[in-house]
Structures are given as structure tokens and as C-alpha cells.
């Protein structure tokens, strides 16, 4: 049995995103024996025979001693290491690009839930600083329901220097952020190849980043309201506009 992973998975969606989407390697997979014949645990079975992911069924208390909290719903997976792409990598070959850095999230279940909704509305790759909450793979794989373990990942040092590269690579760049010149997202045109720049909740992203963006997104309220929605919500709003917008773009 291996004990020496470089992290744990907690969880069987989680499990299977790890092993469906390739990005790292599973060492191995263990099993609460009571969940033996739980037929919730037919994919993850076949998805670990495929990927000959050893399978362990052990007591109980084997994977409780390992878990860092009580919604593991008796599966863990020992993994390797995250895997990232290089910036260019996330560049769809035959859509318009859509985009986005998380930076300066400091709650990771914050992280998590903006990475779940970017990834349920399509997004193509997610760009982060080498400082990043993909190293509480237990907590932000349960979080996020194994959408981390999904979407591709990139680095960036900063903000600023992979903006730089993809407005060199033809995308437009813009920031969630409020500024003089700010728009709703769905009136801006976000059919464009976009890079979206969404900061933490407590910093924000810098005045120099947002003026220099090709255009600034601040979400509409129906009311008076002197707060920000946070990155969780941004991330939601925004990334289903673009999603509302080029399912509605007519075809070429």
C-alpha cells in the first residue's frame, strides 16, 4: 500500500476526475470494503482498470486516518503531482479562445467554487502563479467536484506578464473589476478571444493591470449595494455571459 503519495484525493468524484482527465498520475485507489459492491463506484472501477490504477479494499479506518475531514464517502486516491501546460497550450485551435487567471484568491474553497463554474461554462484552460491552491488537492477537488482535476492549468508569474502573451497572441484582455470606463458583461463583446483577469476578494487586481485592459467588466446590480459579489460570483456571471453570447453568435 503506498503511503509515501505526493497528495491524497478525498472522494470518488474526485477519484475519477483525476483519473479520467490525465493531468496526474493515480498510484492507487482505496476503498472503504463496505462500499465493495456500491454500484455508484462502477465507473470509477473500470476507470482504474483502465488506467491500471491499482484498487484496495480496506477497513474503514484506513482511509479515515488518511483523510483530512469526513466527506471522503470512503474513497481516496493517492496521486502524483498536478501537471500544467505551458501558456500556449491553452489556445484552442479552432474556436475563439476564452481565458482566465485566478489570482490572489485566498480562501480555497473560494478557489474552488470559481473554478467549478469556470469549467461548467466552457472554459478552455486556467492560468494561476506558481503560489496556487492546486497543492490542497483534497479540499479543492471536493470543492470544486473534481473540476480541478478536469480543466487544463497553466502558470504565470504575474498577471501583467500573461496578459502580455496572449494580447500578443490576439486575444483581447479584460478584468473584472470597476473603473470609469466599465461595462456589464453582456455589453461587451465577449465573443471576442478573451483573457479575463479575476482577482481575490480582499486585493482585487491592481489599478495598473485594469488600465490597461481593453476592457473593464463590472456586474450590474438591482439594487444599491456598496460590495462586490466576489470571485466565486464574477466568475459564475461573466464566464456564462460568454458562454450566452457565443451560443447565440451566428455560425461562419
Not at 470518488?12 to 498520475?25: D, L, P, T, Y
Not at 471522503?72 to 476564452?98: D, I, M, N, Q, S
Not at 496572449?166 to 478573451?194: F, H, M
Request: aromatic share 6%; glycine share 8%.
Amino acid at each position: 500500500m503506498i503511503d509515501q503519495a505526493h497528495s491524497w484525493l478525498e472522494g470518488r468524484v474526485s477519484a475519477q476526475a483525476a483519473i479520467e482527465a490525465g493531468w496526474r498520475e493515480v498510484h492507487q485507489i482505496l476503498i472503504d470494503s463496505n462500499k465493495r459492491y456500491d454500484r455508484r463506484l462502477r465507473p470509477l472501477l473500470r476507470g482504474a482498470k483502465a488506467a491500471a490504477a491499482p484498487v484496495s479494499f480496506v477497513p474503514g479506518d484506513v482511509i479515515q486516518q488518511r483523510a483530512s475531514g469526513g466527506s471522503h464517502g470512503g474513497v481516496l486516491a493517492a496521486v502524483g503531482e498536478r501537471r500544467f501546460c505551458e501558456l500556449a497550450e491553452l489556445l484552442p485551435a479552432e474556436r475563439a479562445a476564452f481565458i482566465v487567471m485566478l489570482d490572489g484568491i485566498e480562501d480555497p474553497y473560494n478557489f474552488a467554487g470559481a473554478v467549478r463554474c469556470l469549467y461548467a461554462a466552457g472554459v478552455d484552460g486556467i492560468v494561476l502563479r506558481p503560489r496556487n491552491w492546486t497543492s490542497a488537492g483534497a479540499i479543492v477537488g471536493r470543492a470544486s467536484a473534481g473540476a480541478i482535476e478536469r480543466v487544463p492549468l497553466a502558470i504565470a508569474e504575474t498577471a501583467a506578464s500573461a496578459a502580455d502573451f496572449y494580447r500578443a497572441q490576439g486575444l483581447q484582455i479584460a478584468v473584472a473589476a470597476k473603473s470609469e470606463n466599465s461595462r456589464a458583461p453582456n455589453k461587451a463583446d465577449l465573443t471576442q478571444p478573451t483573457f479575463l483577469l479575476i482577482g481575490g476578494e480582499r486585493r482585487g487586481v491592481t489599478r495598473s493591470f485594469a488600465q490597461t485592459a481593453d476592457v473593464s467588466l463590472e456586474i450590474a446590480y438591482g439594487r444599491e449595494f456598496d460590495q462586490s459579489l466576489g470571485a466565486v460570483a464574477a466568475a459564475a456571471v461573466i464566464a456564462f455571459e460568454v458562454k450566452r453570447q457565443r451560443d447565440s453568435a451566428p455560425a461562419l
